[in-house]
């Protein structure tokens, strides 16, 4: 009979079910691997096609060396591990060792990401648990989340969860749609009031602007900014804001020198939010209704 090659060798080992293996039984998950690292063009122009030559291009990770100990690798294998995946691997006791350079040097050992990146599934797959002690292995090479990829722009691997993505995504659609469901009740007087408070009136849109241009530009923040969208109805101070923003724009309120004050009166605070809270004060009460009269005088 013809002996079998080593690929034909792994490919069987890649296809054996997990046995009773508690070690190993801890690497679970499935988890999205591709390059994060972007070019000086892509980060330019983010529609640029600066890898199209480089579409079948691969980024190789394998067992880096140890700089502490000599002629090692760094595995992030524990002993318990070790053993559990030569027996899984149908490997002889000791293969795994980071001594061995020979096995951590095989190219059926290193880890191959392609631009589009590729799946590991450690819930089935023995080698990809492996795959993926070695993507610890390496480093700040290597950043798990993009909460880590914030702080890491130097890093060549992004990993995330799959599952947790999921999640994400599930929680990003909900928000939309309770954003959009939100939108729909809204009169056009209504966004009028939304925009004067938005970011604090930076879009300077009234009652004057366009009724298309209100109803596109408020309709583009539900769609980009959704979570930002509901905060700002979900503030209880944002009648309070509408009324500033209403106060400012008949100029009954000012600013000069940096800060807030009624015209002609006593200054209000070096913020909005500091004239919004001087207003909302009850023992500002006298001050508000007059406030309030001076602005449906200018009606």
């Not at 939100?182 to 009028?192: E, F, Q, R, V």
């Amino acid at each position: 009979m013809k002996e079998k090659s080593e690929v034909e060798k792994q490919v069987e080992v890649l296809e054996m079910p997990m046995s009773n293996t508690p070690h190993l039984d801890k690497i679970r998950g499935k988890y999205i691997v591709k390059p994060c690292q972007k070019s000086w063009v892509e980060e330019a122009n983010p529609d640029a096609k600066d890898f199209a030559l480089f579409d079948k291009a691969e980024i190789w990770l394998c067992a880096p060396r140890s700089r502490d100990i000599q002629d090692a690798v760094i595995t992030k294998i524990s002993k318990e591990e070790q053993a559990e995946f030569e027996s899984e691997m149908n490997l002889q006791k000791g293969t795994m060792s980071p001594f061995n350079q020979i096995f951590w040097q095989k190219h059926i050992n290193t880890l191959k990401i392609p631009k589009q990146g590729l799946t590991l599934d450690c819930d089935n797959n023995v080698k990809h648990k492996m795959f993926y002690r070695l993507l610890e292995a390496n480093g700040s090479k290597v950043v798990f989340g993009k909460d880590q990829l914030s702080l890491n722009s130097s890093a060549l691997i992004l990993v995330e969860n799959e599952e947790q993505n999921a999640k994400v995504d599930t929680q990003k659609i909900t928000i939309k749609t309770k954003a959009f469901a939100k939108l729909a009740g809204m009169s056009l007087n209504d966004k009028i009031d939304f925009l004067k408070v938005f970011r604090e009136g930076t879009l300077k849109l009234n009652a004057n602007s366009n009724p298309d241009l209100i109803e596109a530009t408020i309709g583009n923040i539900v769609d980009k900014s959704p979570e930002e969208f509901l905060a700002n109805f979900d503030n209880p101070l944002f009648k309070d804001y509408v009324l500033v923003q209403d106060l400012i724009s008949k100029n009954i309120i000012i600013r000069k020198g940096g800060t807030y004050m009624v015209n002609g009166g006593e200054p209000l605070g070096t913020s909005i939010l500091d004239v919004v809270l001087q207003i909302k004060d009850k023992k500002n009460e006298s001050l508000k209704i007059a406030l309030k009269a001076k602005l449906e005088n200018t009606k």
